[in-house]
C-alpha cells in the first residue's frame, strides 16, 4: 500500500517546537496537520485573503471598536474603583432591566 504523502523533517528550537505543538493542540491538531495547514494556508491565498479581510473590517469600523474598548476600560476601572457590586445593583444602563415574570408587559 503506498502512501501520497511524503515523509519531510523539521529542524526547530525546542521553544519553537513548543510553541508549534501548543498552536496546534488549540486547534484541536496534531502537530503534521497544524504544519501542512499553514503551508496550505500561505500558499494558497487563504491567509493573505484573510489578512485583507480583518483590514478592511478594520479600516471600515476601527473607530467603532476604538469607541468600544474606552468604553469597556471606563467600566472596568469604574467597576475595580466601586469594588465588589452588592447582590442587588441596579442594571448599567447598556443593559435592560428584567421585568419580573407576573409584571404586565
Not at 499553514?38 to 479581510?53: F, K, Q, Y
Not at 476601572?77 to 443593559?95: D, F, K, V, Y
Amino acid at each position: 500500500m503506498s502512501s501520497t504523502r511524503k515523509q519531510t523533517q523539521l529542524r526547530l528550537t525546542p521553544d519553537m517546537l513548543a510553541a508549534g505543538k501548543d498552536a496546534a493542540a488549540a486547534r484541536g491538531l496534531d502537530f503534521n496537520r497544524y504544519v501542512e495547514r499553514l503551508i496550505a494556508e500561505d500558499t494558497s491565498g487563504a491567509r493573505a485573503a484573510g489578512m485583507a479581510a480583518a483590514q478592511k473590517l478594520i479600516d471600515a469600523h476601527g473607530g467603532f471598536l476604538d469607541d468600544l474598548e474606552t468604553d469597556l476600560e471606563g467600566d472596568l476601572e469604574a467597576a475595580l474603583a466601586a469594588g465588589p457590586a452588592s447582590p442587588r445593583t441596579p442594571a448599567s444602563p447598556r443593559t435592560p432591566a428584567r421585568r419580573d415574570r407576573g409584571a404586565a408587559a
